[in-house]
């Protein structure tokens, strides 16, 4: 009983020491306990189960991320309690003094971590459960789903999930609190004001070596890292990115030697005001902190390559949206089928065109559709990816030598692409009956292809012989979906192919419709044409501009999210590793600011002597 009030006492009289180590307590499980609440927030939204279920992949992720994220947490807080335990060994040397055993000052500071944990954990929960509702309201914004039923609502899931893993947590910072007394003596206890780490003087030469290779080195690693990331495979990757980290930590290393060898040669600036003290207080305190400062420039890495590239991948999705689905539908079938599974009903309707199945099941397209355009896409027996790459063929097969090469390319009529093009606001083009243009928007395979066309590589179909309009792919598509995948397709003379060509059938249109609810009507009795009595006799096939639109959403806020969850993180995570770090130093360097007034400096002097010291430190 009296442990509990001494250790109650103490947080009232360490509240100043406490603060920081309470407010990041908090912020980690008010953000631990949002993240994970999602998926109860989202049981009131009203979305498609196509979005639902990326809700549930994106939940189930952030699971996962969760553990990884418990380890930070766990990190952060282990380096928050040295620092309150560093603060404090002068007073826990005093309690040994008076006769107090070391397993009671274990007992007592246990107590303490006890208390504030619980605390932090009733705040950040609370904290947490009405920031959830604001993540729903972002949630449903990111997803476009309907508010309507909304409520507030409690994840007692999330808090067992919060609880479960603050409290593993908060043992193992128990352990190491408890080990740390421990191992401490009587006399450093007492002394530990007194005493400052030790710095060992670097060599200057060595300082400028080391830097000017370890500048070298990061500079090739950022530079590899973003400008040739898409030349690298996963192995080098993650070479460079370890040779970075490695590159890091000795600039670190030899950045304070080198700094105050410069400004030394400079005595104007050297021996101008306290400037003297600033170099010497600055090059102790990154000779104190490379390891630190490594970790704090690593995360901040990951956290401006997680966010930017979370940003990116879902300004691309939406811009693709914009150009891949141009139109509200695309209905596709197989033509001339004979596959060995297929009944005789389905073959039979494999004979006609989109149009005319859609007929057979009742479906009025002048009724729902308008905006419609109806074509046929053809193959060439023998005409494939390796007759078309000509000479090239074998440099490609060395260097992609699991290309599929042997499947017919896909042939379109020119009349037919250029009024497929007109309703998906694209250029239009004029061939010469002896000429061809291959359309495509995959980059791997643009690259691919263009060494061919570079060669002037020619088509023979039938007698007569093609050549390419121009010596590269033109960008283009003739299928909607929500990323660049179109790896080629040829655009022939309309007098080149004729029926017996013919390998599938294309509809495109826009719904009839002013409003998001008409058109979604009409795309219902397209979906129910799958409830037809003639349904299991047709081989139909549908894209829509609705599933494209919500599968992209869904994926862009999926890769968002878990960018900005672990984004934050690391944020929080530097930022309380900064600040810890400065409360430190302030407190094991009174005496030299004491030791300043007694010289005459005067108080502004010493506040600025501080900002400029912190400023440089955080810059």
């Known amino acids: 009983m009296m442990l509990c009030k001494v250790a109650l006492k103490n947080i009232r009289k360490s509240i100043k020491d406490y603060t920081i180590y309470f407010f990041t307590l908090i912020l980690g499980v008010a953000i631990f306990y949002v993240f994970n609440a999602i998926e109860s927030q989202t049981i009131m939204l009203k979305v498609s189960e196509s979005t639902h279920q990326i809700i549930e992949l994106m939940t189930g992720l952030l699971s996962g991320v969760s553990v990884f994220v418990s380890f930070i947490l766990g990190f952060l807080i282990i380096y928050a309690s040295r620092f309150l335990i560093k603060r404090r060994k002068k007073e826990f040397g005093i309690y040994l003094t008076l006769g107090m055993s070391k397993g009671k000052v ?3 500071l246990l107590m303490e971590t006890v208390f504030i944990g619980f605390l932090s954990l009733i705040v950040g929960l609370f904290l947490g459960i009405f920031l959830s509702q604001w993540m729903s309201i972002i949630v449903a914004r990111m997803f476009e789903a309907d508010m309507t039923e909304f409520a507030f609502t409690f994840s007692k899931t999330a808090m067992i999930k ?77 070479k460079i990115i370890a040779l970075g980290i490695i590159s890091t930590f000795l600039l670190f290393w030899s950045l304070s030697g080198l700094l105050l060898k410069i400004v030394m040669s400079i005595k104007s600036l050297y021996r101008k005001n306290l400037n003297t003290f600033i170099l010497r207080q600055f090059d102790h305190k990154i000779n ?54 297929l009944s005789e009903a389905q073959k039979a309707d494999s004979l006609l065109k989109v149009s005319e ?48 090469t042997d499947q017919n390319e896909i042939l379109i009529r020119l009349e037919d692409y250029n009024q497929l093009a007109t309703l998906f606001h694209m250029p239009k083009y004029s061939l010469k009956e002896n000429e061809y243009i291959i359309i ?33 792919c ?15 397709v040829i655009i022939l003379p309309d007098s080149t192919l004729n029926e017996s060509m013919r390998s599938a059938s294309h509809l495109f249109a826009n719904y ?21 009595e003639e349904a299991s006799n047709i081989t139909l096939n549908a894209i829509t501009k609705i599933a494209i639109y919500e599968a992209s959403i869904g994926l862009s806020a999926l890769i968002t999210f878990i960018g900005v969850y672990l984004g934050i993180i690391f944020l929080i995570s530097s930022a309380a590793i900064l600040a810890l770090k400065e409360l430190s130093e302030s407190s094991d360097n009174k005496e030299k600011y004491q030791i300043l007034r007694r010289l005459g400096v005067d108080e502004k002097k010493i506040h600025q002597t501080l900002f400029l010291q912190i400023f440089i430190f955080f810059m």
């Open 440 to 472: 495509a928007d995959f980059d791997s395979m643009v690259d691919i292809r263009n060494q061919a066309l570079k060669e002037y590589t020619p088509l023979i179909i039938g007698e007569r012989i093609y050549y390419p309009k121009y010596d590269e």
């Open 474 to 488: 033109q960008n283009g598509f003739i299928e909607m979906s929500s990323n660049h995948i179109n790896s080629g």
């Open 357 to 404: 199945t859609l007929e057979k099941v009742d479906f009025d397209i002048q009724e729902n559709f308008q905006d419609v355009i109806e074509f046929y896409t053809y193959t060439i027996d023998g005409l494939n990816l390796e007759k078309t790459l000509g000479s090239t063929f074998e440099e490609v097969k060395k260097t992609y030598p699991f290309l599929m």
């Open 162 to 238: 919060t609880g479960l893993y603050f409290g593993i947590i908060y043992l193992f910072v128990m352990f190491f609190n408890t080990f740390s007394i421990s191992r401490c003596k009587l006399i450093d206890l007492l002394q530990a004001s007194k005493k400052s780490e030790r710095v060992r003087i670097k060599n200057p030469i060595v300082s400028i070596l080391v830097f000017i290779l370890a500048t070298g080195i990061l500079s090739y690693c950022y530079y590899q890292v973003t400008s040739k990331a898409l030349d690298q495979t996963e192995e080098t990757l993650l």
């Open 512 to 532: 009839k419709g002013t409003t998001e609810k008409e058109k979604e009507a009409v795309e219902e009795k397209v979906l129910a044409i799958e409830d037809h």
């Open 106 to 108: 274990s007992k007592l």
């Open 288 to 341: 104190t902190t490379v390891f630190s400062m490594s970790i704090i420039c690593l995360m901040l890495f990951l956290t401006i390559g997680i966010l930017s590239s979370a940003i990116s991948v879902k300004n691309s999705m939406t811009h693709n949206l914009k150009t891949l689905a141009p139109v509200d539908i695309e209905l596709y079938k197989t033509m001339n089928r004979t596959d060995s599974h």
